[in-house]
C-alpha cells in the first residue's frame, strides 16, 4: 500500500469535452501505454453523464459490465485505473441525501474492481446555496469536508485524487500564496489525497520547479499536474501533433504525477504519449550524461518513426483491422495494432476541456458504450450552384488539357474504401510540423505564416501602378522568390492532403481528415491571392483612392503576437488556420472560412489562381456545354461558337479580367467567378466599346428569316441598353461577382474557396461592398451566397433584368 502511495503516476486522463473515446481505442491506449511504460489512466470524460451531470445515478448492469471490462483490461496491462466522478455543478455539499448518492455511486464502481478515484470539482461556479452557506464557513471547506468523508469512506484507498476549483495560478484569487481557498485545501485536506494542479495557466506552456514548490508550500503536499499541454477541446480547427514539452525531467521531485489531457481525436495522440513516455523515464533515471537528458526534439523523432509504422498498418475508423489486406513489414511489437473488433471512432468536431468555457451541451448515452458505426465528420454536404462540367464532361477536358500539372486525384467513391498509399516520412514530418503546439509552431507552420506576412507586407514593390517603377530591382526579385517559396509550401500541403485521403489507415484519416482539410481550403486563398498581388494590386496613389484605403489590410501583427506568451491558447481561435485567415484582406469574416468538411472526404487536388489570357478559350467551351445541357433551350452556338462565352464572361474577361479567378483540377480548367471593381466605371467602358463590337460580331440580319425564335430574342442582349444600377446600390455595393462559371463539385468548399479569392482581390483594392445578380427561381446559388453572408438588397424588375439582387459588405 504504501508503495502504491509513493509511485510517480504517470499517464493519460481522458477528460475533455466532446465524444468520448470507444471501448476499442481504449485498448488500444492500454497497449500503447504498457509498451511504454506509463502506468495510470484516469476516466473522466466529460461528456459521460454519469461522470458529471447524471453523476448520481448508478450504472445499468451493461454499463457495469464495460466498467469492469475496462477496469480488469487497465490492470491486465499493469495500469492504475482512477475514476473520477465530477459532482460540483449542483452538489448540496451539506445534504446528507447527496453525500449517501455520492458514496452509493463510488461503492458501486469499487465492487466492479476499482481501487483508485478522484473527486473533480473543476469548472464551476464558486458560489454556494443557502444551506450550504450556514453549514460551511467557505466553499474551500465544503469541499474539503465532502472529499475527506468519501476518502475514509472508501477505506483511505493509495491513489485518491482531488481537483480544487482554483487549479491554476491564473484562477487563484489574489495569487496562489495567498488565496484563502487554496490555504484551506492544503490545511484541511486528509495527507492521503494529492491534489490536481495543471501549471500558471489552464493550458500552460512552460512550468518550473519554483512555481511548483510554491503550490507545494501553499498545499502541503506535491501538486499531481492534470497536463492541458495537447488538449484541443476549446478550438474545432486545431489538433497537436507535438511532442511534450516545456516540463523538465527535474519536475518529478516537485509533483507526485504528470497525467496528460490530450486531443479529442484518440489517433492524434500517438506521439504525444510516446515523448511522455520519454520524458518520464528521463525523470527516472540517475545518469546526468546529455544521452540520458530528455530532448522534446529528440523524443518526438524517435516517436514519429513509430507512428509511421502505425499509420501504415490498414485499420478502418473504430480500429477495425481491415481483412484480406497486407501486413505491415514491421516484425516487432511496437507496430501491433489491436486485435479485437472495433466499436466505433470519434466525431471529426473535437468539442470544447477543463480547458475550455465552451462547454458541451451532448446528451448522448453513456461515453462507457459508443457506437459502432464509423462517425464521419458531422455535416450534411450542400448542393453547390450550376456545374460547368459533369463526370462526362472530363474525358473531353483531359484531351484539350494533356499538358496539366500533375497533381492526379485518386478517386474513392463514397470515400470510405479508396486508401491503399502508404504516408510518407516527409509527409508525416510535415503533418506534425503544421499541428505541433498550442503555444509553438512547427518549422512548416512558420514558414507559411513568415513569407504570407512578408509578401503582404512588401507588395507595394509589385503594385499595378507607380510603385513598381521607384521600386529596386532586387526587392521584385526577392518578392518573387518569396513568392515562389510560399505557392511551393501550398503546394506540399495539397498533396499532404491527398496523401491523407489515400492514406491506407482509415481510423487516422478520419480523426484527422478536418484538419487537415481546413488548413488546405485556407491555403488555397492564400495562394490565389499571392499569385494576383503581382501586377494588380493597387497602390494608394491608385485614382479610385477617394473610396477607400487600398493597405488598411496590411497589419503587422498576428494574433499571437497581439495576445503574448502568456495568453490562453483559446483567446486566438484557429491557429495557424486562423492566423493565415487573419493575414487577408477579408480574415475577418469567419463564414467565407469556417465550415463543415464534406461527409465524404475527396482526394481531387485543386489550384485556385488568377486567370490568364490562355483560360478564355476552355471557359468559353464550359460555358457553352453547359448551355447546351439546359433542357428546352435552343442551342444558340449556330449563332457563333463564341456566343454564350460572350454574353456571360466576354465583357468582364476583356475589361477587367484582373478580378477574374479560375479553380482547375488535374484535368485543367473547370470553373470560375468573375469579378468587377468598379460597376459605374465598368458600365461606360462596356457602352463604349464592348457593346458596339459585340453588335458587330451579332448583326441580327445574320439569321435571316429562318432563325428560331428563341436565338432572335437571344441576340437582344447585345442589341437594347442595359438599364443603370441605382446609385444607392453602387454606394454601398461598388462592386460585382458573376457567377455563371461556378462550378458543381463533390467538396463545396472549393467553391467557397474561389469566391473568397475574389472577394480578397476586391477587398484589397478597396471596395466596400459586392452584389450579385440571380434568377428567382435560382435556389441553390441563392442558398450558396446566402450561407456566405450575403443577403437580399434589391429586386429588379427591369424587363431585360428580371432577378434578385443579392449582397454583403467587405
Known sequence: MEDKKNTFLCGVVEGFYGRPWSMEQRRVLFQWMQRWGLNTYLYGPKDDLKHRLLWRELYTVDEEVQVKTLISEAEARGLSFVYALSPGQDIIFSSSCDLSLLKRKLNQVAELGCKAFAILFDDIDHSMCQAD????????????????????FLGEPPVFLFCPTEYCDSLCSPSVAKSPYLLTVGEDLLPGISVIWTGSRVISRELSADSLSEVRTVLQRPPLLWDNL????????????????GRPPGLHGHLSGVLLNPNCEFEANYIPLHTLAAWHRCGQEDRKDDAAQYCPDRALN?????????LNQPLLPGRQVRSNDHKSSRASSKSQASDSAADGCKTADPKPSKTSSEHSSRKDNTALHSSSEPQRPESKQATTPSSVHSNGDQASRADSHASTRSLVEKPLG????????????????LLVGLHYLPHE????AKGLLQDLTWLKANCQCVSANGNKKKALPQKVEEWRGRAVQFLSACDQVALLHEGVVNSVNRAVLYDLYPYVWDLRNTLLVAKAFVSWLEGRILSDSSSSGSWKNCFHWCGTTSGSELLGVEAEPWAFKGGLCGEMQLLLPMGTNTELFIHPPPLFPSARLYNVRPFHSKDKMELYRMVRQLHQRSRGQPDLSVIHPDFYGDRCLGAVLALCPEYSFVLEDELGVCGCVLGILDVGHFAKRWQASWLPAMR???PPQALGNSGHAGTKEALQCFMEEQPDYPDSLLYHFPSQLRLDALPELVDCSVSRSLLTALLTALKANGSRGVFCELQPMDQLRMEFLTKLGFLEILRVEASSREGLVLGRLL
Do not use: C, M
Open 133 to 152: 452557506s450556514e453549514a460551511f464557513s467557505s466553499f474551500a471547506h465544503a469541499q474539503v469536508s465532502v472529499t475527506n468523508e468519501i476518502y475514509s
Open 230 to 245: 495537447h488538449a484541443n477541446d476549446y478550438d474545432s480547427r486545431r489538433v497537436f501533433l507535438g511532442p511534450f514539452k
Open 302 to 310: 524517435t516517436a514519429l518513426l513509430d507512428w509511421i509504422e502505425e
Open 414 to 429: 463514397r470515400g470510405l474504401s479508396g486508401g491503399k498509399n502508404p504516408l510518407s516520412e516527409s509527409q508525416v514530418r
Open 441 to 444: 509552431y512547427g518549422p512548416a
Open 696 to 698: 458587330d460580331k451579332y
